[in-house]
């Protein structure tokens, strides 16, 4: 059983792109989904599909690289199911001097950490990828 879906699917990205796999396929919910959007639209991930699997849904995130090197350099699990990790907005996180970014869960939603202190939200900081 898992008890951190979240790290599971950053850990499955990570190890993914250590080996060159060209797409991922992880259970899906809400929280996936949105975080997966998140990396598209930044630009970490190519496509994200959710298909209907034979038991529940799924996600199938294509990776992307950039001549054999993965877009994502690092991705990291900040707050975590015993150790919960909240930030005001003039307290986010700038992950290499904003050159990364941090996905944060606000009130208004997941946004990255950018759009959060330009709306002046705080809110649990879920991980940084750069």
Known sequence: MITD??????????NAQQV??????LPSSKIKF???????AEGYIGKV????????PELRLVLKYDN??????????VSKPGNR???????????LSDIGIAIISTPNGLMT?????ARRLGG???CEIS
Do not use: C, W
């Open 5 to 14: 879906p979240i790290s599971d699917m950053l850990t499955r990205i990570r």
């Open 20 to 25: 060159k796999k060209e797409y991922i396929t």
């Open 34 to 40: 949105h975080i997966a959007k998140i990396l598209e």
């Open 49 to 56: 599909e959710e298909l209907k699997g034979e038991k529940f």
């Open 68 to 77: 054999k090197q993965p877009y994502i350099r690092m991705i990291k699990r």
């Open 85 to 95: 990790v909240y930030a005001k907005s003039t307290e986010l996180p700038r992950v």
């Open 113 to 117: 950490n950018k759009e959060a202190r």
């Open 124 to 126: 649990e900081v879920i």
